[in-house]
């Protein structure tokens, strides 16, 4: 019991010292702020500007729910240039919305894993992952860090999943650690959806 406890206390006394307390903090501010300015943006223009029930019911009427997820995997592969919000209000008019969110959850995770053996490809090639590097260095150190807890945080908010699994992929993380660790996904998923089903 006590080695445990010292164990507890000396991890918790590495995260003061890396600051990994300060970050998580800041991070979910940053997180709780982006959350909100989306709704109040997306409620505004549904509001006052465009009619996006019918958008969105219109989008799933001309597109086929896989060329969707098409464009949802390429998003969450390189570098979440789409916000997975879009994606998940898009799924609330689906006539099986939770299953359709499972499928983007499930998408996302996939588009990590992906990401993970880009990194990993890029490691053996010297000039590209130098450039790579220099790139995520803020991501890479904080992985070196805080390992499968930096993921956990990359999974549930809005730090760019790809990123951070292409970072893993570089400095060669344990993938059956990382396959574990991003499973986080799935339950940042559900939690948006939750607040996003019930406000729109």
Same mark, same amino acid.
Request: glycine fraction near 6%.
């Given at each position: 019991?006590? $080695?445990? $406890?010292? $164990?507890?206390?000396?991890?918790?006394?590495?995260?003061?010292?890396?600051? !990994?307390y300060d970050f998580l903090k800041a991070t979910a501010i940053k997180g709780g702020t982006a =959350?909100?300015? +989306?709704? @109040?943006?997306f409620l505004f223009v549904d509001y006052y500007l465009l009619d996006t029930r019918a958008i969105f019911n219109s989008? @799933?009427?001309e597109f086929s729910t896989l060329s969707i997820f098409v464009i949802f +995997? %390429?998003?969450?592969?390189? !570098?979440?240039?789409?916000p997975p919000e879009i994606f998940i209000a898009w799924s609330s008019k689906m006539s099986m919305p939770w299953l359709t969110l499972l499928g983007l959850?499930?998408?996302?995770?996939?588009?990590?894993?992906v990401a993970y053996f880009i990194g990993k490809a890029i490691y053996s =090639?010297? $000039?590209?992952?130098?450039?790579?590097? &220099?790139?995520? %260095?803020?991501?890479?150190?904080?992985?070196?860090?805080?390992?499968g807890i !930096?993921?956990? &945080?990359? %999974?549930?908010?809005?730090?760019p999943h790809s990123i951070v699994s292409m970072a893993c992929g570089l400095v060669r993380f344990n993938f059956g650690h990382y396959l574990l660790w991003a499973l986080f996904r799935f339950l940042r998923f !559900?939690?948006?959806a939750v607040v996003i089903f019930n406000v729109w």
């Amino acid at each position: 019991m006590t $080695k445990k $406890k010292n $164990k507890v206390l000396a991890m918790n006394r590495y995260y003061r010292m890396t600051k !990994f307390y300060d970050f998580l903090k800041a991070t979910a501010i940053k997180g709780g702020t982006a =959350i909100a300015i +989306f709704l @109040v943006i997306f409620l505004f223009v549904d509001y006052y500007l465009l009619d996006t029930r019918a958008i969105f019911n219109s989008i @799933v009427t001309e597109f086929s729910t896989l060329s969707i997820f098409v464009i949802f +995997f %390429a998003s969450e592969t390189i !570098f979440g240039l789409i916000p997975p919000e879009i994606f998940i209000a898009w799924s609330s008019k689906m006539s099986m919305p939770w299953l359709t969110l499972l499928g983007l959850a499930s998408i996302s995770y996939a588009g990590g894993i992906v990401a993970y053996f880009i990194g990993k490809a890029i490691y053996s =090639i010297p $000039k590209v992952r130098a450039n790579i590097e &220099i790139k995520l %260095a803020k991501h890479i150190d904080m992985l070196r860090k805080w390992g499968g807890i !930096f993921i956990v &945080i990359g %999974a549930l908010l809005p730090l760019p999943h790809s990123i951070v699994s292409m970072a893993c992929g570089l400095v060669r993380f344990n993938f059956g650690h990382y396959l574990l660790w991003a499973l986080f996904r799935f339950l940042r998923f !559900f939690i948006y959806a939750v607040v996003i089903f019930n406000v729109w």
